[in-house]
Each structure stands twice: as structure tokens, then as C-alpha cells.
């Protein structure tokens, strides 16, 4: 199977820069990822052919926004194969969380329960923590395995009559390992819980069929998946956004105000108070027609040689240590390691004098940090762009680091 990898960095244009003197070796695709000519061309369209507000004006320029803006909602509806009132526009990933965490959580009653795992992101932790402080629930926590899963063999003993929500990764930030969701689901439905999927890491890896999965939410970011910054989408069932009370309130999300009473929007406006980031999410939109476009087969074959070809390399650099699945199965291409007697933050900084952007510290998991008993790792995250030459380049940067730091 060939994948034509020039074809898609050629449609990067920072992968074609010379940044103080070095290519770039862009690997830190986890934190955020770059973004192509399609997109950068819809923003400038927004920009320059149809800056306006959406939903609130009767001039033309207002009206080509709001069709762009709609239709950005459909993109991202097709991609994620849902309908598009079930899309709503965020802030971003986290601002997707904290969403349901208040809204969703506002049906919650004290005692009620949400299940999390050890290897969340702070952004799936800590707005369930504040709805415990407000609202009396009670969180849980499956465990993860050495080999940096979700252990769903504990699952079903952490269930209980009172769990309503489990809220997991869909891939792991830092291990890269892919969540079984028809597992979780199959279980979750035995108690009547609904499933939320943080789906920040998986979503830039190609379009989705929710509905298949079977989940209720779904949240990811926009800047992660080729899109623009301060951009994220929330799905969730009809019903459920339906059912669900408005987290911010503002223009936009109203029916009617009086000072005696105020009604609300139907979803998604319900959920969109105030000025949207319009340019942001029509930029998404193009994000999610350009991943349509890609072959997926191809690509993540083309992602998981890389994961391949950097696991092997690692494992001949002595005192190397991989955190996550040692297979490629059911994994995604983020790949985490440390390097004995060396801090990762001087490996990524060694990595960055070669040129290699890397991500190293926590990575926002200070509970996975914990489970393993270290202070962080050096995370390498791949996209469909990357090539043997930045593989080649990170191996030579952790070489070097291995030689020259203990
Ligand atoms: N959540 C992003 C990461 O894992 C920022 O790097």
C-alpha cells in the first residue's frame, strides 16, 4: 500500500520553511497540529470576502458568513457522521468538556457517579471535579495496564447502579493506546450509563461513524486536527442536548428576555452564546473536508511504519524505555519514551537543536505521571505529513542526547 506523503506536506506550507537554519521536523502533532492551504484559504475567504457576524444580521456580507458558518457545521457533521444540529461550536476541546460537565452535569443528582481512568488528560478530570464541589457527585477511576491501556477488566467492577456517565480518552495523549469502545459501550449500557469520548487525539486521524460507536458525546479540538486555534466541536444525541440546560448565557442562545424570564434556543444555539469564532470553525470545517479527502487505509499505515520505524530505533539507544503499547495494534502515533539519567525536557531540548519539535514534561496526565511513578516523558506525536527524515532526524537528536547528557 503507497502513500504519497510528498503529496501531502507539498499542502503545508511550513513543512517547505527553513526556521533559524533548520528544516522543520514537526512532531509534536499531539499538542497541535499544522494546518494546510485549504484552510488557511477558507479563513482568508472569511476574512476578506465575508467578515461579518452570524445569525444576527440581514446584509449580505452577515448572510455569507452564517452560510459559511452553517456549512462548516455540516463538514463537521459529515465527518464525524452525525447530523448537523447535533454539532455544536466550542471554544475548543476543554471548552467542549466543561460544557457537559456543567449542563449535562446540572441533571446529576448527589450520590451519582462518573467514571474516568488514570490516563486522562486534566481537561477530562478536573471539570468533573469542580461538579463534584458543586453538585455532590462522586468520580471513580479504572486503572491502567503496565502496558499503558485502559484496563477495562476492571470495569465491570467499578460500575455501580449510581454510575450515569463514563468519560474516557479515545486515544491516549501520551501512550498513544486506543480505547475499545464497543467494550465500554457493551457495559455501559448494561447499567443505563452514557459513554463521553475525548476524542482530541483520534479525531485528526481520520472521519468517524459516532452513531457505530455508539457513544452519547463526543468532544475534540479544532487546532489538533488541522484547524484553526480556539476552535473545538461538541457532539452529542439530539436527546440529550435537547434535555440539556445552556452553560453560558447570552445573545445567540435566546428564544425570548424579558427581565422576568428568558427562554432558550433550540441546540446547538442553546450552546453557542455570544459571538461564535466564526472564521475559527469555518477553518474546521475545511480541516474536515481535507482529512475527508485523504486515504485513511493509506495513511495511517503510512503513521503506524513511522511508530515502527521510531520504536525500533529507540530500542537500539541504550537506557531507552518506551511508555505505551510495544505493538502497533490498537494504537495510535503518539509515542512516549524516556531516557535513563536524562530529564525530557533537555532531551527535548536537545531534539529542538536538531530541529525536532517534541513535546516532553506531564503532558497534562500528572495521574498517569503517577501511576508510573515518573516525572514525565518525551512524546513524539506523528500526522500523515511526517516522513522517515524526521524520524531519522529525532533518533539522531536522542542519540546525541544519549551520548552527550549522562
Ligand atoms: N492536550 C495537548 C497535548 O497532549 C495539549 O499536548
Not at 68 to 76: H, K, T
Not at 111 to 125: F, K, P, T, V, Y
Request: aromatic share 6%; charged share 20%.
Amino acid at each position: 500500500m503507497s502513500f504519497n506523503v510528498a503529496a501531502v506536506r507539498w499542502q503545508f506550507p511550513i513543512l517547505s520553511e527553513i526556521i533559524d537554519g533548520q528544516p522543520v521536523h514537526y512532531l509534536d502533532n499531539g499538542a497541535s497540529a499544522q494546518t494546510p492551504d485549504v484552510v488557511l484559504d477558507a479563513v482568508r475567504a472569511y476574512e476578506t470576502t465575508g467578515r461579518a457576524n452570524v445569525l444576527r444580521g440581514v446584509h449580505r456580507l452577515a448572510e455569507r458568513a452564517t452560510e459559511a458558518y452553517e456549512n462548516a457545521r455540516i463538514e463537521v457533521a459529515t465527518f464525524l457522521g452525525v447530523a448537523p444540529l447535533e454539532v455544536v461550536f466550542t471554544g475548543g476541546c476543554t471548552a467542549a468538556i466543561n460544557l457537559v460537565a456543567y449542563s449535562y452535569g446540572a441533571l446529576l443528582k448527589p450520590g451519582d457517579r462518573i467514571l474516568l481512568s488514570e490516563l486522562e488528560h486534566h481537561s477530562n478530570i478536573v471539570p468533573w471535579q469542580l461538579l463534584r464541589s458543586r453538585t455532590g457527585i462522586e468520580l471513580d477511576m479504572i486503572p491502567v495496564t503496565v502496558e499503558g491501556r485502559i484496563d477495562l477488566d476492571a470495569l465491570p467492577r467499578l460500575l455501580t447502579p449510581r454510575t450515569r456517565l463514563i468519560s474516557l480518552a479515545h486515544v491516549s495523549n501520551v501512550t498513544g493506546a486506543l480505547l475499545d469502545i464497543r467494550a465500554v459501550v457493551a457495559l455501559a449500557k448494561t447499567i443505563g450509563a452514557k459513554v463521553m469520548l475525548d476524542g482530541a487525539q483520534r479525531a485528526p486521524h481520520g472521519p468517524l461513524d459516532l452513531p457505530a460507536l455508539g457513544v452519547d458525546f463526543y468532544a475534540f479540538a479544532g487546532h489538533k486536527a488541522y484547524g484553526p486555534n480556539g476552535v473545538g466541536v461538541l457532539w452529542a444525541k439530539a436527546e440529550l442536548l435537547e434535555a440539556m440546560p445552556p452553560f453560558h448565557g447570552g445573545g445567540s442562545m435566546i428564544g425570548r428576555v424579558t427581565f422576568a424570564e428568558t427562554t432558550f434556543a433550540p441546540p446547538p444555539r442553546r450552546f453557542e452564546a455570544g459571538t461564535p469564532p466564526i472564521g475559527q470553525a469555518i477553518g474546521l470545517g475545511a480541516a474536515c473536508k481535507w482529512m475527508r479527502g485523504l486515504d485513511w487505509t493509506a495513511a495511517h499505515a503510512h503513521e503506524m511504519a513511522l511508530v515502527q520505524r521510531l520504536m525500533d530505533g529507540l530500542q537500539k539507544i541504550d537506557g531507552t524505555q518506551i511508555l505505551g503499547p510495544a505493538s502497533l495494534q490498537s494504537r495510535y502515533p503518539v509515542v512516549s519514551f524516556m531516557l535513563d539519567g536524562v530529564h525530557p525536557h533537555d532531551v527535548a531540548q536537545t531534539l529542538d537543536s536538531f530541529g525536532v519539535a517534541v513535546r516532553a514534561g506531564h503532558h497534562c496526565c500528572q495521574p498517569l505521571m503517577d501511576r508510573f511513578d515518573i516525572d514525565g516523558t518525551t512524546r513524539v506525536s506523528m500526522a500523515p505529513y511526517n516522513d522517515n527524515t524526521d524520524i531519522d532526524a529525532l533518533l539522531g537528536g536522542v542519540q546525541h542526547a544519549a551520548r552527550t547528557l549522562r
